[in-house]
């Protein structure tokens, strides 16, 4: 498994070309409490920076961009239950799709998570 991140404050698990997406905690923290969260459609196809999805928390409305092109198959459906969970576990339970990657060595010019701790500090 590898773990990416984007200068858009979103991580990447990425293990058999199916890259796991989520907001990071620096992201959750600076939107502040999530009050809603909208996911896409499974089944959609996505180009690398597309509005993905979109939260809304007490501060204001952002979109969470696809960090890579690829079809979504799978959406937490639990984050928009319970949107509070992006901010309770941002890189666990609170990830928002599963991609199958269009190809998957273009994760490799992502950040690694050293390189994403110093483009935040």
Same mark, same amino acid.
């Given at each position: 498994?590898?773990? &990416?991140?984007?200068?858009?404050?979103?991580?990447?698990?990425? #293990?058999?070309? =199916?890259?796991?997406?989520? =907001?990071?905690?620096?992201?959750? #923290?600076q939107l502040g409490d999530l009050v809603f969260v909208e996911l896409p459609e499974v089944g @959609?196809?996505? #180009?690398?920076?597309?509005?993905? *999805?979109? !939260?809304?928390? !007490? &501060? *204001?409305?952002?979109? !969470?961009?696809?960090?890579?092109?690829?079809? =979504?198959?799978?959406? %937490?459906?639990? =984050?928009?239950?319970?949107?509070?969970? !992006? %901010?309770?576990?941002?890189?666990?339970?609170?990830?928002?799709?599963?991609?199958?990657? @269009? %190809?998957?060595?273009? /994760?490799? /010019?992502?950040?690694?998570?050293? *390189?994403? &701790?110093?483009?935040? @500090?």
């Amino acid at each position: 498994m590898t773990i &990416k991140f984007t200068e858009e404050h979103e991580w990447l698990k990425i #293990e058999d070309g =199916i890259a796991t997406v989520g =907001i990071t905690a620096h992201a959750a #923290e600076q939107l502040g409490d999530l009050v809603f969260v909208e996911l896409p459609e499974v089944g @959609a196809t996505f #180009e690398k920076n597309d509005d993905a *999805a979109t !939260v809304e928390s !007490v &501060k *204001a409305a952002s979109d !969470v961009f696809c960090p890579l092109a690829g079809e =979504i198959t799978e959406v %937490n459906e639990a =984050i928009t239950d319970n949107p509070e969970l !992006v %901010n309770a576990e941002p890189m666990e339970g609170g990830w928002f799709f599963k991609l199958k990657l @269009a %190809n998957p060595a273009d /994760a490799d /010019a992502l950040m690694d998570e050293a *390189a994403y &701790k110093e483009f935040i @500090a």
